[in-house]
Structures are given as structure tokens and as C-alpha cells.
T-cell receptor
Framework: DAKTTQPPSMDCAEGRAANLPCNHS???????VYWYRQIHSQGPQYIIHGLKNNETNEMASLIITEDRKSSTLILPHATLRDTAVYYCIVGSNFGNEKLTFGTGTRLTIIP | GAVVSQHPSRVICKSGTSVKIECRSLDFQATTMFWYRQFPKQSLMLMATSNEGSKATYEQGVEKDKFLINHASLTLSTLTVTSAHPEDSSFYICSAKPGNFYEQYFGPGTRLTVT
């Protein structure tokens, strides 16, 4: 799997948009960008994934740059329950290919 | 999203005993399941990949004779920590993939404490 780089921590005010960056400059053509989050002492939760187009679902939006070397996860209206560690992972994830977790970004939503 | 359960959620055992952790996909069939371990303030580390009906593939440095994995059906994988020691105390998390879909769904984790 390609390596990703994320800031170790970020703060965001409650109700504001949280923008979490991720660099993946060595991503290859068939690799997707996945975002998961882990709330303290729980298993990771799938958020969103994309290949090259921007994606949006009920949880978040994913913006991928045209060269695919970086992406941004956007939580449009952050709540206190969004406080978690957010992991950006790249991989083809086809069949039984594994996901390799980096250190992630610890996002703290401030009241 | 799809639901994955783990049992037990917490377990305390004495050093030298064995502990079995179950991982179930509740509403889908999982041809592949993964087992991770997470120490405090660290990221998830993949231990092994389990495919239904075949032997698990272990990551480098993970002892296959100590961490026994069985994936006997499309909805159940088990991890047995044999002869557990205090250094095996950790948060064990499984995940499951429904066929060739792109998402992996994670269980809630099992916190193992070896005394």
C-alpha cells in the first residue's frame, strides 16, 4: 500500500466544517483513497472512499486533487461526536488485499 | 452499513491460559476477515488475513502457533491467543469484507487483559 501523511492532530469548533488533509504522493493508478475513523475504544468506522472524482455521502465529502497526490475529508458541520482519530488509507482493496493504517489525525471538536 | 460483532468485548485471563475471540458478520457473507491488534495510543497493526476454508496468512513477526485463526464459515472467524502472557494484553479488532466490495467493516473490538 502507498504511504500517506496526515497531521497528527487538529482542532475544530463545533458547528464548523472540519477539513482533514492527507498526502499520498506515491498513489498508483488503481488505488483508492479510503477514510476511516476510530472513536476511543471502538473499532474503526468506514466513512467514505474515492478513486479520482469527488465523493459525498451522508457523513462526509471527499475532495481528491486532479493529480491524486492529496485529498481532503470534509465534515460539513462538526459535532462533539465527531471527535476521533481519522485515518486516510490508500489501496486497491480488491479481493483480500489488506488495509494498512498509519498514525492518523486526532480531531478534537471544541464546544 | 454492514454489521460485524465480536465476542467477548472484554476478557481478563491468567497468564498461561488460552483465550478465544469470535468475529461474526451479521448481515453479510465475508469471504475475507482480518485481525488487528492495537496497543494504547498506537495505530492498528494487521496480524493476519483469514479466508474462509483456507489457512490464514500472517504478517511478519506474528507467531502463527500463538495466534490461531480459524475461518470455518462465511460469517465466523475466531482468534485464539494461546498461552497468553501479559504482553499479549491489547485491543483486538476484526474486520470483514463482503466479497469483492471495497469497504471493510470493523467489529467493536475485544480488550484482552492478561494478569
Amino acid at each position: 500500500d502507498a504511504k500517506t501523511t496526515q497531521p497528527p492532530s487538529m482542532d475544530c469548533a463545533e458547528g464548523r466544517a472540519a477539513n482533514l488533509p492527507c498526502n499520498h504522493s506515491t498513489i498508483s493508478g488503481n488505488e483508492y483513497v479510503y477514510w476511516y475513523r476510530q472513536i476511543h475504544s471502538q473499532g474503526p468506522q468506514y466513512i467514505i472512499h474515492g478513486l479520482k472524482n469527488n465523493e459525498t455521502n451522508e457523513m462526509a465529502s471527499l475532495i481528491i486533487t486532479e493529480d491524486r497526490k492529496s485529498s481532503t475529508l470534509i465534515l460539513p458541520h462538526a459535532t462533539l461526536r465527531d471527535t476521533a482519530v481519522y485515518y486516510c488509507i490508500v489501496g486497491s482493496n480488491f479481493g483480500n488485499e489488506k488495509l494498512t493504517f498509519g498514525t492518523g489525525t486526532r480531531l478534537t471538536i471544541i464546544p | 452499513g454492514a454489521v460485524v460483532s465480536q465476542h467477548p468485548s472484554r476478557v481478563i485471563c491468567k497468564s498461561g491460559t488460552s483465550v478465544k475471540i469470535e468475529c461474526r458478520s451479521l448481515d453479510f457473507q465475508a469471504t475475507t476477515m482480518f485481525w488487528y491488534r492495537q496497543f494504547p495510543k498506537q495505530s492498528l497493526m494487521l496480524m493476519a488475513t483469514s479466508n474462509e476454508g483456507s489457512k490464514a496468512t500472517y504478517e511478519q513477526g506474528v507467531e502463527k502457533d500463538k495466534f490461531l485463526i480459524n475461518h470455518a464459515s462465511l460469517t465466523l472467524s475466531t482468534l485464539t491467543v494461546t498461552s497468553a502472557h501479559p504482553e499479549d494484553s491489547s485491543f483486538y479488532i476484526c474486520s470483514a469484507k463482503p466479497g469483492n466490495f471495497y469497504e471493510q467493516y470493523f467489529g467493536p473490538g475485544t480488550r484482552l487483559t492478561v494478569t
